[in-house]
Structure formats: C-alpha cells, structure tokens
Nanobody, 113 residues
Framework: VQLQASGGGLVQPGGSLTLSCAAT????????WAWYRQAPGKQRELVATIASYGVTDYADSVKGRFTISRANAKRMVYLEMNSLAPEDTAVYYC????????WGQGTQVTVSS
C-alpha cells in the first residue's frame, strides 16, 4: 500500500481546507478508510472513518466540522475541514481502518492567525 496525502497548509482560525489522499492499492473499494492526525508531542489519533459501504464516523472533537468522503473509482479519500481551530494543527494521514503499516508522509495542517 502506498498512500499520498496532500492539501494541507497554513490557514487562519475559522478557515477551511480539503485534504486528499491517493491510494496505490490493489483493492480499494472493499476497505474502510480513515484520516488520522498527530499533533506535536501527542500520539496519533483517529479523526474520521468511512466504511466500505459509505457510513461515516467522527471523533467528537471534529464532529460537525469535518466531512470524510471517498471516490472508489479514483482510489481517493477526502477530508473537508471547516471552522478550523488552532487545536486542529497536526500532520494528517490517511490509512485503512484498521490501519496498515504504510502511513506515508502525511500533510501538515497549521491553523494560526
């Protein structure tokens, strides 16, 4: 599995970003996918999950602000992030759920004024 996350950047509090993840994997559509994040000095945490059949789930800290989606034909996973706050600052990774050992480099999201 190869995973390439992109779309991060510097954004002001209250702003929005959409992250993308390109997966190089033989079988994409039957897997559950997720976004994770790791803030400086903290453990990696699960942010959002989308099941193979489309059901989504979110960490309480992002519920109502983030939306995960997938495009099976393109082998892509997305994370739309709205109302961003400084505590959302982290490196964001996509991976399967449960996760594989292939994390990729992630994409940095920095929320700061």
């Amino acid at each position: 599995v190869q995973l390439q996350a992109s779309g991060g950047g510097l954004v002001q509090p209250g702003g929005s970003l959409t992250l993308s993840c390109a997966a190089t994997i033989n079988i994409f559509s039957d897997k559950n996918w997720a976004w994770y994040r790791q803030a400086p000095g903290k453990q990696r945490e699960l942010v959002a999950t989308i099941a193979s059949y489309g059901v989504t789930d979110y960490a309480d800290s992002v519920k109502g602000r983030f939306t995960i989606s997938r495009a099976n034909a393109k082998r892509m996973v997305y994370l739309e992030m709205n109302s961003l706050a400084p505590e959302d600052t982290a490196v964001y990774y996509c991976n399967t759920r449960p996760n594989s050992d292939s994390w990729g480099q992630g994409t940095q999201v920095t929320v700061s004024s």
